[in-house]
């Protein structure tokens, strides 16, 4: 039997099962802790360092810590809402993500988690890089300028011998994600239209799918990311 | 004491638009019945919007709609500066940059052969390949500047353009010195 363990996360009591990683848990206690890089049921890397809080006073990833009993976890507090906000604002700064014209905007995790901080000019300055865009592939578009490198197609898209779709290029700040053009020919409608929806950018788009949801009845539009969670 | 300038008269208000479509001035005219009242708690200087071109008396909101693409914008926006207690970035291209800011990827030399001498809109009306270069014309700068980069901006508005209902919101709480209402539903960036 799974051994039960409890936990505070901002003074608030809360129950799980032991092992668990500290967002999936938070969750299930009603509590958002803000991810763009994790995939619950995937293993989690830590990439976007957007779910950073305190456990027990020293920042870390909740998506890769499993909670234990009498841990004391900080979540929303004031340092740590603004080091996830720099952690957007970087994100805003280092790409071009122009959201006026983006075919994800409105069902954009970047964009809802950056709403629901109430982000509006980044304290960093604009880098304004020159990235490409590869519209080769059959089903898909891969945006590199919307790419904020948090490898969930890399992680969760597979064809069905399990080879990698995606992939690291490059090093440092030249890094890119590749995508195998051998691979994505063969792809599935249904590989295509899931790997666009993980993307949690504008990144991976589908083909002839863009802005099929008017205004008013995306994701996002009315209620901010993690409200479901919350109780 | 210092809301005693309120008090002795209503607040004025000057507007201007510099690498931007006119939207967020469309938006802001979006308000609908309520820039009635809006003309019973502020006065407006410059503004395309009373068409008065240079700012007359101290102003105490300037609201910036687009953002830096040549000398000109930035000759408005420092003008604006120096004559309004507080800035407003109205809009994305205020705040990023905007749709101006996707030639920022570009040269100048690229964009001008694009607009002058390749673009299917200006074939054969353009023999001699002029590309337009005179003293009178702003320079255009390298990049799109968001506001904040060339000078400092005290409120923001997004979106593009910003919602009537935030524009009000946030006139009215600046104008009347009250919280925003903060509605999630209007807070967007497109």
């Known amino acids: 039997m799974n051994e039960l363990v409890n936990f505070t996360i901002d003074k608030k009591e809360c129950m799980s099962t032991k092992g668990k990683y500290l967002v999936d848990a938070a969750a299930e206690n009603g509590i958002y802790i803000p991810t763009l890089c994790n995939i619950t049921g995937i293993q989690p890397r830590g990439a976007c360092r957007l779910c950073t809080v305190k456990v027990n006073g020293k920042l870390t990833t909740a998506c890769t810590t499993p909670v234990y009993n009498n841990m004391e976890v900080e979540n929303e507090s004031p340092e740590l809402q603004d080091l996830r906000k720099s952690i957007i604002e970087l994100m805003f700064a280092d790409g071009n993500h122009y959201c006026p014209y983006c075919e994800k905007s409105g069902d954009c995790e970047l964009q809802a988690i950056a709403y629901r901080y109430r982000v509006t000019v980044p304290r960093f300055p604009y880098s304004f890089p020159k990235r490409e865009i590869e519209a080769g592939h059959p089903l898909l578009a891969k945006d590199h300028n919307r790419c904020i490198l948090c490898k969930r197609c890399i992680k969760a898209v597979k064809d069905d011998d399990g080879r990698s779709i995606f992939a690291f290029a490059r090093r440092s700040h030249k890094l890119t994600i590749s995508v195998d053009t051998r691979l994505s020919h063969v792809m599935s409608p249904e590989k295509a239209a899931y790997a666009a929806e993980i993307c949690p950018v504008g990144a991976i788009l589908l083909k002839g799918a863009a802005f099929k949801k008017p205004i008013g009845e995306r994701k996002y539009d009315k209620k901010p990311i993690g409200t479901e969670l919350e109780m | ?190």
Request: glycine content about 6%; proline content about 6%.
């Open chain 2, 1 to 190: 004491m210092k809301n005693s300038s309120h008090i002795k008269s209503k607040p004025v208000i000057a507007t201007t638009s510099l690498a931007g479509c006119f939207g967020c001035h469309m938006s802001l005219l979006d308000i609908d019945e309520r820039i009635l009242q809006l003309a019973e708690l502020v006065e407006f200087d410059k503004s395309p919007i009373n068409d008065i071109k240079k700012i007359s008396r101290p102003v105490d909101f300037g609201l910036i709609e687009g953002g830096c693409c040549n000398s000109e914008n930035v000759e408005v926006l420092r003008h604006f500066r120096d004559n309004c207690k507080y800035l407003v970035s109205v809009g994305e291209c205020a705040m990023m940059g905007g749709l101006p800011a996707m030639r920022n990827q570009l040269s100048i030399r690229e964009c001008l052969e694009e607009a002058y001498l390749n673009s299917p809109s200006v074939q054969g009306c353009n023999e001699e390949g002029i590309i337009p270069s005179d003293d009178e014309l702003p320079i255009l700068l390298n990049k799109v500047y968001p506001c904040h980069e060339i000078v400092k901006i005290d409120y923001f508005i997004p979106g593009c353009p910003p919602r009537a209902d935030l524009l009000w919101d946030v006139l009215t709480s600046l104008i009347l010195g009250t919280s925003p209402k903060d509605q999630y539903s209007v807070f967007k960036y497109d």
